[in-house]
């Protein structure tokens, strides 16, 4: 169980290191308004939705959130009362609120994510020229996004929580799976089973590709019947606590073909030579490619085209990146996944992940499933 002095902590040491940034760049305000920045800085967890519904601003000096009554109790409730946040759901626009705080704070260096909508920048741009205030807005490009790539204590906690519930479904589906069953129907029985054990929600669109829809690595499950002899991509995770948990299994129903363990057996062995190869320093690019290699040179390189994997914490996708398009650097504290995969077209997929954390030891996966191929 995290308790309040673990959050409370944590919020300290995030808005330290957001402040340390902004003294180094000489901003005198940040104005957030992306909800996974939000709930880190915030330590709220179980209030965001998909709306973009919250305005934060921090100085030096002080932290403010703006909602709204939808919302305003689930903060109070949430946030330590002495973490340094102040919370109003005051009934003025967003762009109103900001734009006085900003005045009030005397605030010359105003920076601003990407993730800001244009309609709100330009309506808060409006908003401070009606004041007959000026101030520069530089731009963050994703720096919050690069802060929360190291993850701290409660952050690995809760994404341990998720994966523990993500294995204890993997565990029930391979006892339900059986010949005759509709693709749809075993995803509902996955997420319920995720939702059985705990789940506060689920990390994204369960995916359950059999036999040749495997071979489309983001195949979306309808009505096709599993058959014997299918191999079954699984690619689904459990959400708890507002963090995601993120895992590939390909089973197989009935014994496998020769060409079946064969594939399955190459992205095994690229999976656990990344796993083995992963350390603190190592590009994500760097990592990526040795996947390809090991592919390659069982002479499958070319049924391998997605990137090995990708960060994961309060978004599914986040950083770091590890394809070949990567220019980050992989940190002790960051948590990615390592999901190598070969498809046949017509004929079947495999993808076989795990999700875990960087330690200066190396790669500490927290999937507990195992690497054999089971057949159900």
Known sequence: ??????VRNAISERMGRL?????????????????????????????FDDEVAHTVVVSAEYAWLHTDSRYYGSFLERVPADAGWTIDMDMVSHADWTAAKIRDLHARMVAVEDTLTLGFFEELQTKIAKQSYACLFPRLHGDVTLLRMTKDMEELELLRRAQVITDAAFDQICGFIRPGQTELEIRAELEAAMLAHGAHGLSFETIIASGPNG??????PGERVVREGDMIVMDYGALFGDYHADMTRTVCIGAPSKKQREVYDVVRRAHEQCAEAAKPGMGGRELHELAVKVISDAGYGEYFMHGLGHGVGLEIHERPSVGRLSSDVLQEGSVFTIEPGIYLPGE?????????????????????????????
């Open 1 to 6: 169980m995290i308790k309040e002095t673990q």
């Open 19 to 47: 402040r340390s940034l902004m003294k180094e760049r000489g901003y005198d305000a940040v104005v957030l308004r992306n909800n996974p920045d939000i709930r880190w800085l915030t330590g709220a967890s179980r209030v």
């Open 215 to 220: 071979a489309n690595p983001h195949a979306q």
């Open 348 to 376: 079947f997929g495999v993808r076989l992940e795990d999700c875990g954390v960087l330690t200066s030891e190396g790669y500490e996966p927290f999937t507990a499933s195992t690497h054999e191929l089971v057949c159900v």
